[in-house]
Nanobody
Framework: QVQLVESGGGSVQSGGSLRLSCAGS????????MAWFRKPPGKEREGVAA???????TYADSVKGRFTISRDNAKNTLYLQMSSLKPDDTAIYYC???????????????????WGQGTQVTVSS
């Protein structure tokens, strides 16, 4: 059974940084593409960044140049380094994983079967 556990959320002031981590277990980590999604208060969830098993990473326009997604396959862990945080980045952040082919839409929620419980990130101005 796929389990994804996020950590590293918290409260930070605008311009600050946070690093989210996601520990994966119960599946062959190296064979799954992974991503981060977020759900801002009162808004729809949105894809933030994706990292496939092979190929290049993908970022939402809103976070390009500020966020970096990475994975450590030896530790079965996914990361999201967030810098220059803005109040608009306030959201619950979810770690997701899939063994499906991402195709041309790596940030589409429908591509991902497995979701973590989420971690809250709050950015104050």
């Amino acid at each position: 059974q796929v389990q994804l556990v996020e950590s590293g959320g918290g409260s930070v002031q605008s311009g600050g940084s946070l690093r989210l981590s996601c520990a994966g277990s119960g599946y062959p980590f190296t064979t799954y593409s992974m991503a981060w999604f977020r759900k801002p208060p009162g808004k729809e969830r949105e894809g933030v960044a994706a990292i496939p098993t092979v190929g290049t990473t993908t970022y939402a326009d809103s976070v390009k140049g500020r966020f970096t997604i990475s994975r450590d396959n030896a530790k079965n862990t996914l990361y999201l380094q967030m810098s220059s945080l803005k109040p608009d980045d306030t959201a619950i952040y979810y770690c997701v994983a899939t063994n499906l082919w991402l195709g041309s839409t790596p940030l589409a929620p429908s591509r991902y079967r497995n979701w973590g419980q989420g971690t809250q990130v709050t950015v104050s101005s």
